[in-house]
């Protein structure tokens, strides 16, 4: 993380963390966040910086009305989201794409082409179109820095919010960028107008009048936006792009003419035309959808693109290129990465449960989290993940669609923090609508996949106060449910049996399976196996530790288990599976 440096020095920053910055100068006093890659470093580098109120808030939505909130009081925040967490967020930002803002407001929304931790690969460039609210798009993290406090001046200048829009290759690649001094902004304070802030539909109606007249200025304001620029080169080629797409179109094109977009909506139109007449042939690079392409064939310019770009995956270098060789080149062994699954980590205290419910052959709906991989081999322990909280809904629309019986083999797996974040509200939904749910709450205390923040059930604030724990079975409890368990996930057979039980309860059960993640907590000894106990019978394998493996009849003279003591966290799942007692602590020397 950066820390607050003094004016006149460079650093060598992230994108992710030259938005942190970009706000600390702008003057931002108030950020607020949910924590999903590839954006959570934005936040996590604000809390760094005092001056500026921070907190993590159970979810994009919320986090959006804080800031929201804050923007009222004439302060300058900021909220910070990867691209699916803007869908959760989309339903107060289009209400402040017409109420506007009194301090101005970024919606930071860090978008992850070909999903390398995501559940889709959406392009949120159209929700600015959708919402009438301004994109910017830089290209660099010196470029992430000055958008940030370019975004709100425009925020402020035009009465809006502005969407900085990042991608994967953005947040988390480096370069140098200038640091400067902080720029205090005085709070405005709070003043009543319910004309601009009270949108009901007489308001409303109003307020859509003046948001069209307000594209119209920025539209303009595009032409002569000084980072929306020319360079000259060839006339017989000329590159349109923004953000990422820029870079790379450089790297492949260095002799082109380049349209270099950086407020992408509006877009300058005039400028647009302009460069036409100035180039003989005209590409448009972008990764994502044909969003720039599309609008500039609308204004009856030729261009090509999506035509020979891949519209699906990342855009690199060699894509672009490959793109537009004459030859393509076939694909050899040395250009495919062996595969190499992700996997629970070693003592992870989801294994356990996810061993049980593959043990009873249950149907599990699931969530987004780092236990999504209790899916793959061998745990085989999930059916579903759709998005945060559908965990819960997804298993009640089951129950109404197959009935009752089809409960009782039914499991909702979800995690603390994602059920803060979206489980509540289906678990309440279940508990009015008299469903049967068996809900499975992995409890490891944090929120573990995006690196260890906390959330309500931990009771830490940001910056490591304090704060008010909320159990999840206090939630449970006030919600109605009648069975509520909290269960150690380390013992297989109290895990089995709770979960047996959930299944024969009519009405709503709640299972709290609660042990802080392994990297949390210090490891335990590990364990060691009794090569002549061991038979080989594979049985400490079905619980996918990879810490675990097995020795080949070609090294040994029978198949043997071995426990990489590196990776050993010593919880002991594997000793309650082996029949043999061949896995025993290791004497003390």
Known sequence: MTKPVHAKTKALLSGNEAVARGAWEA???VAAAYPGTPSTEILENIITYPEINTEWSINEKVALEVVAGACFAGARCLTAMKHVGLNVAADPMFTMGYSGVTGGLMIVSADDPGMWSSQNEQDNRHYGRHAKIPILEPSDSDEAKLFTKLGFELSEKFDTPVILRLTTRICHSTCLVDLED?????????????KK????PAHARLLHVNVEERLKKIAQYSNVFAYNRIERGKKTLGIIASGISYQYAKEVFPNASFLKLSLTFPLPEKLIRKFARKVKKIIVVEEGDPILETEIKALGIKVTGKERIPLCNELTPKVLRESFSKKQKAKTKKDTIPPRPPVLCPGCPHRGVFYVINKLKLVATGDIGCYTLGALPPLNAMDTC???GASVTNAQGLEKALGKDFSKKLVAVIGDSTFFHSGITGLANAVYNKGNLNLIILDNFTTAMTGHQPHPGTGKLPRGEQGKRIPPEDIARGCGVELIKVVDPDNLK??????????TFDGVAVLIFRKPCALLIKPRPPFIIDSELCNGCRLCLRIGCPAISLISPEEREKPLAVIDQALCNGCGLCVQLCNRNAIITPPIK
């Open 494 to 503: 109290e895990t089995e049996a709770a979960i047996k039980e959930a299944l």
């Open 182 to 194: 902080r720029k205090e902004v005085t709070i405005k304070g709070y003043a009543k107008d319910i």
């Open 197 to 200: 802030r009270l949108v009901l």
């Open 27 to 29: 003057g931002c006093t």
């Open 386 to 388: 759709i998005c945060m």
